[in-house]
Every structure is written in C-alpha cells, then in structure tokens.
T-cell receptor, first 111, second 115 residues
Framework: RKEVEQDPGPFNVPEGATVAFNCTYSNSASQSFFWYRQDCRKEPKLLMSVYSSGNEDGRFTAQLNRASQYISLLIRDSKLSDSATYLCVVNIKNRDDKIIFGKGTRLHILP | GAVVSQHPSWVICKSGTSVKIECRSLDFQATTMFWYRQFPKQSLMLMATSNEGSKATYEQGVEKDKFLINHASLTLSTLTVTSAHPEDSSFYIC???????????FGDGTRLSIL
C-alpha cells in the first residue's frame, strides 16, 4: 500500500458545484497534514493545514479522520480559478522526519 | 510572510556545464530546506533534505556527487548540478520550513534545460 494515496482524477466539475477530495495515508505515525495546490508548470502553494478539529478557510474546508487515516478537502461554490492539481502532504514522525507527497488530484472547473 | 525565493528561474546551458541554484527564505529562518525535481506531467520527487550546518540527506537513487547541496545558513541553501547532461533537464523546486510539523513553503522553481 502506498504511504499516501490520492485519486489522480481528473475531476471535471461545473462552475459553482461542490467538489470533495480524499487522501488516505498508511502510516499511523503521521503527525501533520497539509493540502497544497499546484498550477501547471508552477510550484506548489500551501492551501491549508489540516487539523483534527477540522478547519475552514472561505470556500475550503479540510478534515482529518485519524481513525480511518484519511484527510479530505471540500471546495464549495467552485470557481474557474480553482482548476489545479491538489496535493496531499503528510509528515511522518518516527525515527526520521519524513514528508510524503501524494501524486495529486487534478481538478478542472468547467464554465 | 513565509516567502521563499529561488534563483535563477530559467537556465539554458550546454552539456557538461555545472549549474548552481539558490534557495533563500526571505522572512523566516529555515531549519530545513528540501530540493525536489519534477518532470512534465509527473509528481514532485524529493531529491534531498538539507539541514543547516550538516550534510544533506539524499533520497535513494539521487547521486550526491552529481547534485551538490550546501546549506550554509538558516536562510540559504544551494543546489549545484555538476556536469549537467540533457537528462538532467527538469523543473527543480526548493522548499523551506521553520520546524517539524510546520508546512513547507516553496520557491518559484528553476527550469533547467541542458542542450
């Protein structure tokens, strides 16, 4: 099983719709979690950190489910500018500090 | 806050040239910096992790003599691609973070093209 798994997509979603991504992780020593977005030919940009209590930033909501070992990202009222690849990032802390990137989920918002 | 500057943005050079890429954290001190490589339509690949004042830790399959990393201060890390060849052409991205469990902040990336 891969350490961090994401559905690669693409998700083709009409503008204004709500879209949700999940990311599963296999290592129970995972300690911190993040969502990044990456536009084509650009560097990843931090979207939000993910906390056990869940967190919201405008149209974006992130949730962490430690029992089931997954994190989620919900985008409400999607905009054309939300089209990007969304990367799930997990920081594992055991003997070594290890950061694992998911391969990303591609999102296309359709006009 | 949390700005990471990477320079240069683009490099085009002849095969056999060594290329140096700089990564600077502009408004914070980075205990750890990371170097990634990304080929078109592929995911980020971690090359090495660099802690200030110590030797970098390279991922499996990454030649440390080929990709020299120096992290001399808490705000600067450099990656030197030695004797670059066309297969080294890629998008190289650095990132920096303040501490463990903190998010990484990425530089703009460097597009390296070796002719």
């Amino acid at each position: 099983r891969k350490e961090v798994e994401q559905d690669p997509g693409p998700f083709n979603v009409p503008e204004g719709a709500t879209v949700a991504f999940n990311c599963t992780y296999s290592n129970s020593a995972s300690q911190s979690f993040f969502w990044y977005r990456q536009d084509c030919r650009k560097e990843p940009k931090l979207l939000m950190s993910v906390y056990s209590s869940g967190n919201e930033d405008g149209r974006f909501t992130a949730q962490l489910n430690r029992a089931s070992q997954y994190i989620s990202l919900l985008i409400r009222d999607s905009k054309l500018s939300d089209s990007a690849t969304y990367l799930c990032v997990v920081n594992i802390k055991n003997r070594d500090d290890k950061i694992i990137f998911g391969k990303g989920t591609r999102l296309h918002i359709l006009p | 806050g949390a700005v990471v500057s990477q320079h240069p943005s683009w490099v085009i050079c002849k095969s056999g040239t060594s290329v140096k890429i700089e990564c600077r954290s502009l408004d914070f001190q980075a205990t750890t910096m990371f170097w990634y490589r990304q080929f078109p339509k592929q995911s980020l690949m971690l090359m090495a992790t660099s802690n200030e004042g110590s030797k970098a830790t390279y991922e499996q399959g990454v030649e440390k003599d080929k990709f020299l990393i120096n992290h001399a201060s808490l705000t600067l890390s450099t990656l030197t691609v030695t004797s670059a060849h066309p297969e080294d052409s890629s998008f190289y991205i650095c990132s920096a973070r303040v501490g463990i469990n903190q998010p990484q902040h990425f530089g703009d990336g460097t597009r390296l093209s070796i002719l």
